[in-house]
């Protein structure tokens, strides 16, 4: 069974930085984008950034700037490197990926991190 995990949330001043990782485990065939979204309360889940299998990455405007994506094929891990936060950045984020299995594709969902950010 192929799960996601994310790892690396936390409580941080504003300005403050921190860097979430997304591991995949069970039986991996082959991983396409990967991505994060993140959901505040009250609020609807949200694109964060994405990145492709060959490394092409695309960035809500809200983050462009502050926020890095990068994935290492090897481990089959997606990072989100967070830099200048706010407290509007404050949510559950949530990985994503697309598992191929031969020509069967489907997306998975972590449980999320919750990241906080104080004034």
């Known amino acids: 069974q192929v799960q996601f995990v994310e790892s690396g949330g936390g409580l941080v001043q504003a300005g403050g930085s921190l860097r979430l990782s997304c591991a995949a485990s069970?039986?991996?065939?082959?991983?396409?984008?990967m991505g994060w979204y993140r959901q505040a309360p009250g609020k609807q889940r949200e694109l964060v950034a994405t990145?492709?299998?060959?490394?092409?990455?695309n960035y809500a405007d809200s983050v462009k700037g502050r926020f890095t994506i990068s994935r290492d094929n090897a481990k089959n891990t997606v990072y989100l490197q967070m830099n200048s936060l706010k407290p509007e950045d404050t949510a559950v984020y949530y990985c994503n990926a697309d598992h191929r299995r031969f020509v069967s594709t489907t997306t998975y969902w972590g449980p999320g991190t919750q990241v906080t950010v104080s004034y």
């Open positions: 990145i492709t299998s060959g490394g092409n990455t």
């Open positions: 069970g039986r991996i065939f082959s991983i396409d984008a």
